[in-house]
């Protein structure tokens, strides 16, 4: 089977991304990143898929904060068709996803949430968790929808929350579950064995 074409989106430091490239160059994963894009042209995103050749589209979008404007979102839509890509795999996109990418890709958008969702959504939630007082949190890989952090769940993963624990170390902890979590998850879809 041909490693599966993905496109990676994101706004932040991309640590997600540099543990998919990890676990794709080490053989681990079968996926090949055919494009990163970024809504922040400081992202790490965009320096990591530089370097290594991956194509990068640059996002700009000055007259929103929290989503693209139509015309932007569908110009990423026809950047992300013309690059092949089969899925599409939000690591810390910080926007909402609106219809042209929704209707684009069906099922084949991803996210990766630093909780165990329905808790916690939106911004910040390890924070919201050591708030809440919870012994538990972790990540969530699941499917993009309209909502904020509502798509289907495919995966959790379990991280404890650890006396003394500020925000920083919880972070930490969950960011390192979540790199492993999403090479997993993205196996499970390079092996087609999510319909
Ligand atoms: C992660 O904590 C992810 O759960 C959230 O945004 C963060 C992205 O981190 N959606 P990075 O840019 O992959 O390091």
């Given at each position: 089977m041909k490693p599966l074409k993905i496109a990676v989106l994101g706004s932040g430091k991309g640590s997600n991304f540099r543990s998919i490239l990890s676990a794709a160059m080490s053989g681990a994963l079968r996926v090949r990143p055919v494009l990163a894009a970024s809504d922040?042209?400081?992202?790490?995103l965009l320096s990591l898929a530089e370097n290594l050749g991956i194509e990068t589209c640059a996002i700009e979008e000055p007259?929103?904060?929290t989503r693209l404007s139509l015309e932007v979102e569908n110009a990423l839509v026809g950047r992300i068709r013309e690059s092949g890509a089969e899925l599409v795999v939000l690591a810390g996109y910080m926007r909402m996803v609106k219809q042209p990418l929704l209707e684009a890709f069906p099922r084949r958008i991803v996210n990766i949430h630093?909780?165990?969702?329905?808790?916690?959504?939106?911004?910040?939630a390890w924070k919201q968790a050591l708030a809440a007082g919870v012994e538990t949190t972790g990540c969530t890989v699941h499917f993009v929808d309209a909502?904020?952090?509502?798509?289907?769940?495919i995966a959790q993963s379990e991280v404890p929350v650890l006396p003394g624990d500020t925000a920083e170390t919880l972070h930490a902890r969950i960011q390192e579950a979540e790199h492993r979590l999403y090479p997993e998850v993205l196996g499970r879809f390079s092996r087609r064995e999510l319909p």
């Open positions: 922040n042209a400081g992202s790490g007259r929103y904060r630093p909780s165990l969702l329905p808790a916690f959504p939106g911004l910040d909502g904020m952090d509502t798509g289907e769940i």
